[in-house]
């Protein structure tokens, strides 16, 4: 059977968009898993939360979790992307690393971290490019690229986040490219779509679309192009599929009115052979 | 302490993916054994179908028809596996649960034209209590309406907690894999008028069947408006700088007007 640490740990990445800290310090996760007798504990002894932090880094790595640089208001993205060693990582915008405590999402010790890379004129390129395409198209989010596989290739990501906890919802967007920076000839990628609405109910909205998209030159600005039109194809599919849900396999599984247009006539389906098998319909 | 670890338990599933409800809940009782009574008799899961073997006839499990691991039959009233001491409703509760067998088979027939129903009840100190629990499609929707009827003079009073499980999805080359998946409950209580027996038939029919209606067009605001509207909070359509322009215009229209 799994550890009390696996399935503590599949909680914690199981977190729905902007909902980590309630599935953990948020009372949830603690109240389950701290008041355990001892032989529940793990051989540390009282403190599970140690050897949930892998948890944690993954979660916030996939995710795409965004932390305010110290004394900046701009929020920065977490990604195995720009993971450097000692849970620190660097923006390239910024020119900036800093230190990730995972468990809370915060980060402190931001240093200088010039731009190394054959490939810094495409990157600082592609962030400009990608800058005006993501203000254009989400309300809020953050961004990134970053040199990867030894800097023979860069990835791009965008995040966007909207947290509504007061009306039981929250959403995110994720969008992850990679593509090689010698022939820029294939972006490959993957964008996912999370929702989550919980007023008196869960219903949740999950989806992931690999993207390949094939790209005339090896240009900033056709990347971002290429990008920005798979995107905005892909947003009117899925509100399309919306659209088809709701009128296909939705309306298939239970009518509105019974096809009579009448609702039941509840004396007649049953009630009346009840009545006159107890009490010819009198008594109760 | 047990409470408050009940309280965090159901707010944890109601964070946490609905499509793994049945995983997540068997993690949560591995962890705290004592919350495992609790937690299956308040969390609604997919059902599952079993044939009848005395009838022929396919009927649903839920926490309500178990008996350790056994499951009564609405048909023949039998468990399966046989129960030598199983739970039964009495006499009169179980013709009420014959009757209402009858009346919402009609019911699954008219909406669902399909699917698989159930109804149970269990008596009560000053009433009973019943549950039909529908299913549609192979785990795509399912209904729980649970409900108590309190004997009062001429009159009963009910309660009714429903549960719809609606698991949706969608893949194809162009938009990839899409999940809709989740779950919706609904109270209400009202006070009903009851001459005999058959009324309470009657009564939990049309309450079950104006409930059913209600939540269907919540679902379905939901599912595929609200959940719609959010992906468009996430990420606009029209570039941002035409919607932000357009509405300066729109204020200015505004305050020109009001001058």
């Known amino acids: 059977m799994a550890s009390t640490v696996e399935l503590a740990s599949s909680f914690i990445e199981g977190a729905p968009p902007g909902e980590l800290a309630d599935v953990t310090a948020g009372n949830t996760l603690s109240l389950l898993v701290l008041p355990l007798p001892a032989p529940a504990l793990t051989s540390e002894g009282e403190n599970i939360i140690p050897s949930l932090i892998p948890a944690f880094e993954r979660y916030n790595e996939r995710q795409l979790a965004t932390v305010k640089l110290p004394g900046s208001s701009q929020e920065v993205i977490v990604s195995e992307f720009n993971k450097l060693e000692d849970n620190r990582y660097f923006d390239t915008e910024s020119q900036t690393s800093f230190e990730v405590d995972h468990t809370n999402q915060t980060a402190s010790a931001a240093q200088s971290a010039p731009l190394e890379s054959q490939n810094a004129d495409l990157i600082k390129s592609l962030l400009k490019s990608l800058g005006i395409h993501a203000r254009e198209h989400y309300p809020s989010c953050s961004y990134g690229v970053y040199p990867i596989e030894n800097d023979s290739a860069v990835a791009i990501l965008v995040v966007s986040n909207r947290y509504s906890p007061n009306n039981f919802w929250n959403g995110r967007f994720r969008a992850i490219y990679q593509v090689p920076a010698s022939s820029s000839s294939t972006v490959t990628g993957k964008i996912h779509v999370d929702v989550h609405y919980y007023e008196d109910g869960n219903v949740a909205l999950n989806t992931t679309k690999p993207v390949s998209l094939s790209v005339p030159s090896a240009s900033a600005e056709s990347i971002i192009s290429r990008i920005a039109t798979a995107e905005r194809d892909y947003h009117e599919e899925l509100n399309r599929a919306f659209v088809q849900m709701a009128e296909g396999a939705f309306k298939g599984l239970r009518r509105q009115l019974p096809i009579t247009r009448q609702k039941v006539e509840w004396e007649k389906v049953g009630g009346y052979r009840l009545g006159q098998d107890i009490s010819g319909g009198k008594g109760r | ?259």
């Open chain 2, 1 to 259: 302490m047990a409470d408050a670890q009940f309280d965090s338990a159901l707010d944890l599933l109601r964070r946490l993916s609905p499509r793994d409800t049945k995983a997540n809940l068997q993690a949560i009782t591995s962890i705290v054994p004592d919350l495992t009574e609790d937690l299956l008799s308040s969390v609604d899961q997919p059902l599952e179908i079993r044939r009848c073997p005395q009838s022929n006839r396919d009927y649903l499990l839920c926490d309500y028809n178990r008996d350790g691991d056994s499951y009564r039959s609405p048909w023949s009233n039998e468990f399966d596996p046989p129960l030598e001491d199983g739970t039964v409703p009495s006499e009169r509760v179980r013709k009420l649960e014959v009757a209402a067998n009858d009346a919402f088979d009609v019911y699954r027939e008219l909406y669902y034209e399909g699917g698989v129903g159930s109804v149970y009840f269990w008596d009560l100190d000053d009433g009973f209590a019943g549950v039909t629990p529908g299913s549609q499609s192979s785990g795509e929707w399912d209904s729980i309406h649970v409900f108590e009827a309190t004997d009062r003079a001429r009159m009963s009073h009910y309660k009714l907690t429903s549960t719809v499980i609606l698991h949706l999805a969608k893949e194809s080359e162009a938009l990839g894999e899409m999940d809709l998946s989740g779950n919706m409950t609904r109270q209400v209580e009202v006070d009903l008028p009851v001459e005999s027996d058959a009324s309470h038939v009657a009564n939990v029919g049309r309450l079950v069947e104006d409930m059913e209606l209600k939540m269907r067009n919540l679902l379905q605001e939901v599912y595929f408006g609200k959940a719609k509207d959010v992906v468009g909070e996430l990420r606009s359509l029209a570039p941002l700088s035409e919607t932000n322009r357009d509405r300066a215009t729109q204020l200015e229209m505004i305050k020109s007007i009001q001058k």
